[in-house]
């Protein structure tokens, strides 16, 4: 928000100087960013008259001039090159050792053989406009002399306040004078209203409809007719201008000068534009097309709040009026709009279609619905001195439910308590009354505050508390230690299980990383997940940062492999990355509609096995190498009981390359080789390996270590089986058919070996197994062994059918 001292003043008397000034609203929580003075340092550009004007006698575009600068001494001689001024003129004069903007210093010159003693400028040269077609010419009431700022009234100090978002009612000149007077005790001086009604009665010329209450509260407007479009009067021009907005014309000019002096956007429509002569508050049509102030065609939604008139919609409520009502060089009939629109709606529109103007801006944050008529007022009172139109008799004022300020009680002692102060009940009711609240004292010490509905940002009784103290000043509360105790809360068991299993994989050369939570809502095609897939529905967010983040995730896989791709452009492509985090799957069954929100834990591999080395083990990562990983988890957890089943996988898994984890009959996750099309989706162009666990259910599976065994003092016995099958049948099949022989001397089976190729049928392979026979009692015989063992190949060919070799 940017303010001017001048414009300040004409709303609180205040003569402090502009440093001090600076540092009280600072410290009223309004913080100056910047502060500039607009003709400081520039006392030696004067007022100056042109006493002769000649031609130069060496160049025939240029004048020799003879100038009095008022100081009572000879007349200077300088050279111009403007054609604009004449003998007699008074002009603004820069003289020598003068440094005009831009840091342009003005020195004694010779231009053509003639000398010249300084300067005769233009408004741009002196930063007053952005175009200028000669030098300034000034009225010839002004006293030689004089520096030029103070002749033209114009010299005076800018503050940029940067405010925070909850301080919507120092959007506006009147707001943040209202800041000052409250801290120094005085009354705000508001501008005169005196609206001259000669008109027509407004309700025999324009009529008003809201089909959306609950969208636009209040609507009011004024219709002025006999207007005439020209340039703003100069004093309206600079205000404008220090406020960083370019003057239009004398009717959009007062719009934007009420929008800065009350903080309450305004908008005037070309009445002759207007169908019907009436204006009707709904929302737009899906899809309907709306050609903006700015030129654009923009497509709204039923959501967004237009103002229509009998036939179209005329303008984005609260945010840009539309091309085919605007105030053009035709306009005499005006109708000036003033209202309150719902925060939330303008900010979702806005947002969606990337419109942010300073009527969106406050808005956005709230305006005042009791003080819009003020502004509508003002407006129209200056709409008709500066163009000369005549005021209809009356207002519109659509309220169907007015708003009630709220009120909100406070205690005393829970303002000294939280303070820190020692403050009266006087002086609380004070500084509340300072502030233009209502206040009540129900009983000693107890408050009962009234809101005016400017302060949209106050609602319990710690904003009142933070209102007194910001008030009696920050710099009064005394620094103190705050008192708390140290509470020291033991993890739970899920998240100390988490910590080791991160730590194993750290072990295990993998690298945790942390991704977004939400993704693009094309992620799920990427990886190839079907359109009847419940995990492709998403979860959108209604207010998202950007459109290629407006979905949560429904698994880790796409924010692993965008990770993944970001390292391998810079050319890391030995990697292996893991992230233990929450997953958000749509639920039917929740009654809050909320998400389930599992904890998954992923892991990415791609690249060599080792790092590069003398002794690196040759060759790439494979899937044995991610099943090993795997396996370490389960046995961190002690799971038993695991079946690895190569059926029904995800769609972004290599077919026969991957395999779910199943423990009994739950479902654990899932890993393997991924899909060459999710590689070339990401732009990947080398073999990539996934793994995806649910963490909850491993906690489920999960189960305590039992307690330590004995080992046994005799000696185990090994028999080795070698056998053929289909390649199909998995090794775990095997493992289990072994485990199946009930028997408390079988120890133990392991697989060591696995071969196809050559003297082995087409489509089957070799496997060979080693079974650990013993017993904690005694050493068995070689009779007991091989009858054990009989039964064990026995198992094996009633089951699987193998054939040995």
């Known amino acids: 928000m940017i303010v001017t001292y001048n414009w300040i003043k004409e709303f609180v008397d205040c003569d402090l100087p502009a440093a001090e000034l600076s540092h009280l609203l600072t410290m009223l929580g309004l913080e100056v960013e910047r502060m500039e003075e607009v003709g400081g340092g520039m006392d030696d550009v004067v007022v100056a008259q042109v006493v002769e004007r000649n031609q130069h006698p060496n160049a025939d575009k240029l004048s020799l001039c003879k100038v009095d600068d008022g100081s009572g001494g000879e007349l200077l001689s300088i050279v111009c090159g403007a054609q604009n001024f004449k003998a007699g003129d008074k002009v603004a004069l820069a003289k020598i050792g003068a440094t005009l903007p831009g840091d342009f210093k003005i020195k004694r010159s010779k231009i053509r053989g003639e000398e010249s003693f300084g300067m005769l400028c233009s408004e741009r040269e002196l930063a007053l406009s952005d175009e200028s077609s000669g030098i300034m010419i000034l009225p010839q009431d002004f006293k030689l002399g004089v520096p030029l700022f103070n002749a033209l009234g114009t010299k ?7 405010l925070t978002p909850n301080r919507a009612d120092c959007l506006s000149v009147a707001g943040v004078a209202r800041e000052i007077a ?66 239009i014309n004398n009717i959009v000019d007062v719009t934007n000068y009420v929008l800065l002096e009350y903080g309450h956007p305004l908008h005037a429509f070309d009445f002759k534009l207007l169908s019907g002569g009436k204006i009707v508050v709904a929302a737009a049509g899906e899809g309907e097309q709306f050609h903006t102030l700015d030129g654009q065609e923009r497509t709204l939604s039923a959501s967004d709040l237009t103002i229509r008139d009998g036939e179209k919609a005329v303008a984005l409520a609260g945010i840009m009026g539309g091309g085919n009502s605007e105030i053009n060089d035709a306009t005499t009939e005006v109708l000036l709009e003033s209202a309150y629109f719902n925060p939330s709606a303008i900010r979702r529109t806005s947002k969606r279609l990337g419109i942010h103007t300073e009527s969106s801006h406050r808005f956005e944050r709230g305006t005042d619905v009791a003080g819009l008529t003020r502004a509508l007022d003002r407006a129209a009172q200056l709409i008709a001195e500066l163009s000369g139109g005549r005021i209809a008799k009356g207002v519109i004022d659509v309220y169907p439910e007015p708003i009630a300020p709220r009120t909100i009680p406070a205690r005393l002692a829970r303002i000294n308590a939280v303070s820190g102060l020692s403050l009266t009940a006087a002086e609380v009711k004070d500084m509340f009354e300072r502030l233009e609240f209502q206040v009540a004292e129900t009983e000693a010490g107890v408050f009962k505050v009234q809101v005016p509905l400017f302060r949209v940002d106050l609602e319990r009784e710690i904003d009142l508390v933070e209102e007194v103290v910001r008030l009696n000043g920050f710099e009064k509360v005394e620094a103190t230690l705050p008192q708390a105790s140290v509470l020291s809360d033991l993890p739970s068991p899920q998240l100390r299980l988490g910590s080791r299993i991160k730590d194993l994989l750290v072990s295990h050369g993998l690298s945790e990383v942390i991704n977004y939570s939400f993704v693009a809502p094309t992620s799920c095609e990427k990886i190839l997940l079907a359109e009847d897939d419940f995990r492709r529905k998403g979860v959108p967010l209604l207010n998202p940062i950007s459109d290629e983040l407006s979905v949560m995730r429904t698994t880790l896989l796409p924010g692993l492999l965008e990770t993944a791709v970001k390292n391998i452009n810079f050319r890391t492509l030995d990697l292996r990355i893991f992230e233990m985090r929450r997953i958000y799957i749509p639920s039917e069954t929740n009654d809050l509609g909320l998400p389930d929100e599992p904890m998954c ?18 060759g790439n990562l494979d899937f044995f190498d991610v099943k090993g990983i795997v396996e370490s988890i389960l046995d961190e957890l002690n799971i038993g009981g695991v079946n690895y089943v190569a059926d029904e996988l995800d769609p972004y898994f290599h077919p026969g390359k991957a395999c779910r984890v199943k423990s009994g009959n739950r479902e654990l996750g899932s890993f393997g080789e991924l899909h060459p099309s999710v590689q070339e989706n990401y732009g990947i162009d080398q073999v990539l390996y996934y793994l995806e666990l649910n963490f909850g259910k491993l906690i489920a599976c999960r189960k305590e270590m039992g307690s330590a065994q004995v080992p046994s003092r005799f000696p185990s016995t090994f028999r080795d089986i070698a056998m053929l099958l289909p390649e199909t049948t998995p090794a775990a099949e095997i493992l289990a058919s072994v485990k199946s022989v009930k028997a408390d001397e079988l120890e133990g089976v392991e697989l060591f070996d696995l071969y196809t190729g050559g003297n082995i049928p087409k489509g089957e392979k070799s496997i060979a197994i080693r079974v650990r026979y013993g017993s904690k009692e005694r050493t ?20 699987l059918n193998v054939s040995f070799r």
Do not use: M
């Open 780 to 799: 068995l015989t070689d009779d007991e062994v091989t009858k054990l063992h009989q039964r064990v190949i026995a198992t094996l060919q009633k089951k």
């Open 156 to 162: 005076d100090v800018i503050f940029e306040i940067g």
């Open 601 to 618: 834990l992923a892991a990415l591999f791609t690249g060599r096995r080792d790092p590069e080395g003398w002794n690196q083990a040759k």
């Open 182 to 247: 409250a801290k120094l005790g005085k009354k705000v001086h508001y501008p005169g209203l005196e609206v001259k009604e000669t008109g027509a009665p407004i309700e025999s010329i324009a009529q008003v409809a809201i089909d959306a209450p609950d969208l636009c509260p209040r609507y009011t407007a004024r219709h002025i007719t006999g207007c005439t479009l020209a340039p703003s009067p100069t004093w309206l021009a600079n205000r404008l201008r220090d406020a960083g907005i370019r003057s």
